[in-house]
């Protein structure tokens, strides 16, 4: 019977022998290799349905995914991973979401993590599939001032999403009157505090 995992999904991190230390932005050291699970529990919570297992390990000084293992009795649907599954989901949450949890205060290790709803989701406090919040979005307004052109590639690298992702966040910040509008084609414009 699977210990302390609830019937459905869920996804947790554990530890795997320290090989090294990744420093993130925020200055929080995180010991790595780290592996984080994803599996589901039957619904009367007598056997793990399916489970994936994703190292992330230093690689060059950069924390990488480096294994991952799947395992499903009935055999892997390789058409729903290729649609459901983000391969850069592990490196995300051990790159962004361990990091912001350490500096909260918070156990990554007792912390449960979102199944779905990528990469938004591994920016702990903001639910998948909520709105974006103005002060997030006014955020990305002054980078977005600050950076000028370009600005989509240096966000898509700085919040580890699409390029298309961050001209969203840039466009609902306009629509939201964080960021003024400008004349078609053009760059800029006046972040606009709720604070």
Same mark, same amino acid.
């Given at each position: 019977?699977?210990?302390?995992?609830?019937?459905?999904?869920?996804?947790?991190?554990?530890?795997?022998?320290?090989?090294?230390?990744?420093?993130?932005?925020?200055?929080?050291?995180?010991?790595?290799?780290?592996?984080?699970?994803?599996?589901?529990?039957?619904?009367?919570?007598?056997?793990?349905?399916?489970?994936?297992?994703?190292?992330?390990?230093?690689?060059?000084?950069?924390?990488?995914?480096?294994?991952?293992?799947?395992?499903?009795?009935?055999?892997?649907?390789?058409?729903?991973?290729?649609?459901?599954?983000?391969?850069?989901?592990?490196?995300?949450?051990?790159?962004?979401?361990?990091?912001?949890?350490?500096?909260?205060?918070?156990?990554?290790?007792?912390?449960?993590?979102?199944?779905?709803?990528?990469?938004?989701? $591994?920016?702990?406090?903001?639910?998948? !599939? %909520?709105?974006? &919040? +103005?002060?997030?979005? =006014? *955020?990305? $307004?002054?980078?977005?001032?600050?950076? !000028? %052109?370009?600005? &989509? +590639?240096?966000?898509? =690298? *700085?919040?580890?999403?699409?390029?298309?992702?961050?001209?969203?966040?840039?466009?609902?910040?306009?629509?939201?009157?964080?960021?003024?509008?400008?004349?078609?084609?053009?760059?800029?414009?006046?972040?606009?505090?709720?604070?």
């Amino acid at each position: 019977m699977p210990s302390g995992r609830p019937p459905g999904v869920s996804s947790r991190l554990h530890r795997a022998p320290r090989r090294g230390t990744w420093v993130a932005p925020n200055g929080e050291a995180v010991d790595l290799p780290l592996v984080l699970d994803i599996l589901e529990v039957t619904a009367d919570g007598a056997r793990v349905e399916w489970k994936v297992e994703a190292t992330v390990d230093l690689v060059e000084g950069e924390p990488k995914l480096v294994a991952l293992v799947l395992q499903h009795p009935s055999g892997v649907d390789a058409h729903r991973m290729r649609r459901e599954f983000r391969w850069a989901t592990p490196v995300e949450i051990v790159t962004r979401t361990v990091p912001t949890l350490l500096a909260r205060g918070i156990d990554p290790f007792q912390h449960e993590y979102a199944t779905t709803g990528y990469p938004d989701a $591994a920016n702990p406090g903001r639910s998948p !599939g %909520r709105q974006l &919040s +103005d002060e997030f979005l =006014e *955020e990305i $307004a002054q980078r977005y001032v600050a950076l !000028g %052109r370009g600005y &989509s +590639d240096a966000l898509a =690298e *700085e919040y580890s999403v699409s390029r298309r992702t961050a001209i969203s966040w840039v466009e609902k910040a306009r629509r939201r009157g964080i960021l003024s509008g400008t004349s078609p084609g053009a760059v800029g414009g006046q972040v606009r505090s709720n604070g």
